[in-house]
């Protein structure tokens, strides 16, 4: 493996030089704050989203959601139109809200604002303190000309324990806030949860709501999520961990101003060095030892990494995904021999800068960081620096084909290739599928030049 040599120069780009160069975005490497509240929502039991916009503000990520994790998706909608964006839409509102609970009876239902609700100045707030139903409402504020699907997540789950959290009594449990992860991931989770025996509350839960098995009679909302008793309970827990500080780390950070709990905001646990430092944190938190078992799989890990080096060291690699996987995956490639040389993300965030940063200056590599950049962007600076692999999710293949270099499917929204939802990324187990992926990609793309 790559050995720590010496204090890196690190060169930084940041997306304010490519506002002053371009005034439109062309391939937005980002999608909308009410796409990743609306997953935040899916991962609670008995739960719906109805946005309060536009019928394409919820037809669109029906579709991304079905493409990417391959399930139905139920998205509520208040179906705003030309009357309401010159009257306000508080009647489409009511309305809306009264059916969905008439039809679904669900146990909370989360009002995501939109670009157009917000700009029309509706009180979401007001409006739902005005309804009168056994129904728990959620208001969350997602502008779409704000932020990104990682701050919208963001926003829904800290609305979440804002509205529900409430202290009890101790209960000798870790909040994890998951960030916007896949449902192999959340349970990739609670295996490594398990096997150290320490028990947690997930914020939220998307392992069975959006990987559900076929069982008739269909139930009326998918088992699994986490329950809303869970999110009460979240204010007596021994302590938060945010696996993803951009998605997860407003919840946590609340829950520690007002209920003091404890908290930890790590980096997302992708490769060896960020998986043990999570499950160090875990152990920290619960007092819980680290079992063999999970030394066992971390061997295995660095037994496969040692396998395929002579296959991919000194390749050097583009990273595209949200702030959290990018960083996580800049350390990864490090770890298994690789040049992590263009680390880019969509949501533009100083702490994301500062998170590469860190990894440039403690693995010696010269990273080209991009923050908030479109599409047209990173490929411009693959064409400029020149690499041999590129990651990043399907819309992003199209600058490998130009570019004649190997491509690897990572974040969202992988709508080309079947299963990914399904295989882990995070932990000791995620990262030899990580490893595969990103070696297989290699080899593939090595067969067919």
Do not use: W
Not at 215 to 223: A, E, N, S, T, V
Not at 236 to 242: E, F, K, R, V
Not at 412 to 436: C, E, K, S
């Amino acid at each position: 493996m790559t050995q720590v040599t010496a204090k890196a120069k690190t060169e930084t780009k940041t997306k304010t030089k490519a506002k002053v160069k371009r005034s439109v975005t062309i391939n937005p490497g980002m999608i909308c704050q009410p796409i990743g509240a609306m997953q935040a929502v899916l991962g609670v039991h008995g739960a719906i989203s109805l946005v309060h916009g536009s019928q394409g503000c919820a037809a669109y990520p029906m579709r991304m959601f079905n493409r990417h994790f391959q399930e139905p998706v139920e998205i509520a909608l208040s179906s705003l139109g030309e009357d309401a964006a010159v009257f306000g839409g508080a009647d489409n509102l009511v309305k809306g809200v009264h059916a969905l609970v008439a039809r679904r009876q669900p146990e909370l239902i989360a009002v995501l604002t939109t670009c157009l609700s917000e700009t029309i100045g509706d009180d979401v707030n007001g409006i739902l303190r005005k309804i009168d139903l056994p129904t728990t409402l959620v208001p969350v504020h997602t502008p779409s000309y704000i932020g990104s699907h990682v701050t919208g997540y963001d926003n829904a789950v800290k609305a979440l324990v804002t509205h529900l959290a409430e202290q009890t009594g101790p209960n000798s449990k870790i909040n994890i806030a998951v960030g916007l992860l896949n449902p192999g991931d959340i349970r990739e989770l609670k295996n490594m949860l398990a096997a150290m025996r320490v028990k947690a509350i997930i914020l939220t839960d998307i392992s069975e709501t959006l990987d559900a098995p076929l069982i008739l009679p269909r139930p009326r909302f998918p088992d699994g999520g986490t329950t809303l008793a869970e999110i009460a309970d979240t204010a007596n827990s021994i302590g938060s961990i945010a696996m993803c500080k951009h998605a997860g780390g407003g919840a946590v950070t609340y829950l520690t101003n007002k209920h003091k709990v404890p908290m930890i905001s790590g980096s997302c646990p992708i490769g060896v060095a960020n998986t043990d430092a999570f499950i160090g944190n875990v152990s920290h938190l619960s007092g819980r030892p680290i079992p063999d078992e999970l030394r066992k799989e971390r061997g295995r890990l660095i037994d496969a990494m040692v396998d395929v080096q002579f296959k991919i060291a000194q390749k050097r690699v583009a990273i595209h995904a949200d702030p959290d996987v990018a960083s996580g995956m800049a350390r990864f490639v490090h770890e298994l021999g690789m040049e992590p040389t263009i680390v880019a993300t969509g949501t533009e965030s100083k702490e994301f800068v500062a998170d590469v940063q860190a990894v440039a200056s403690q693995t010696g590599h010269e990273i080209e960081i991009i923050s908030g950049c479109d599409l047209y962007e990173l490929h411009e600076a693959v064409k400029a620096v020149g690499v041999d692999l590129l990651m990043g999710n399907s819309q992003a293949k199209y600058i490998g084909d130009d570019e004649k270099i190997a491509f690897a499917r990572i974040g969202f929204p992988v709508y080309d290739r079947v299963g990914y939802q399904r295989r882990a990324i995070i932990g000791y187990n995620g990262g030899i599928n990580l490893m595969d992926l990103i070696t297989n990609s290699i080899l593939e793309h090595g067969d067919a030049s």
